[in-house]
């Protein structure tokens, strides 16, 4: 699925008057790209992102996009984890009986590794384990585009490895497309095929 955005302004009213975060921004990600936005901390990354998943109130969310947040709590803490997804499932999947989501639902906890953990509950999991839940969930409900906003900022250098490994495996095969903001151009280079300076995407169209 291709994102395309054109000359989109985004102002937030703030008591001393307004400012103006996005200004007149284009952006092209074409289908199934892996693509890295970097940019100093306030420019307004995590204000594109959430337009582009719909969670700014302006547009409807859409199944197929999904948005990863940097402290990823995104799982229901009263559920587990194979029920926060068979929830998610039977949500997306109008008709699906309960058994066949479990099924779904454990089909992508073991895409993650966590199919051994499928009874935790959200507060049970380490910080690189709720990534790995909430990328589960994503892909439980057939998303076709990430949206990842620092995901890996809190984690440590080998749980990070680990890490992109997987979103690189998961990417590839679902042919997915990514935007992965970050501050950290080292991991972007490791990830990305192309990275876009947030600056210059304002006012430009790139990729
Ligand atoms: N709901 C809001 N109301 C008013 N101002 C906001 C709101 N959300 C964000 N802003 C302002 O918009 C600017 C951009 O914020 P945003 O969170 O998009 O930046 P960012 O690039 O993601 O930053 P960081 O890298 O620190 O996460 C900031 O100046 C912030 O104060």
Redesign the pocket.
Known sequence: MDIKLSGITKE???EEGT?K?LDNLSLFVPSGHFVSII??????????LKLIGGFDGHSKPSREIFMIFQDANQLFPWRTLESNLSYAIRKTHKGISKAQAAEKAKAALSEVGLLEYHHYYPHQLSGGMKQRGALARALAVGCKVLLM??PFTSLDRVNKEIAYELLLKIWREKKLTVIF?T?DLEEAERLSEQILY?EDLNGKISV
Do not use: N
Not at 39 to 48: F, I, V, W
């Open positions: 937030y009213l703030h400012r975060v940019g100093p901390s306030g420019c307004g990354k995590t204000t594109l906003d620092e903001v501050h947030f």
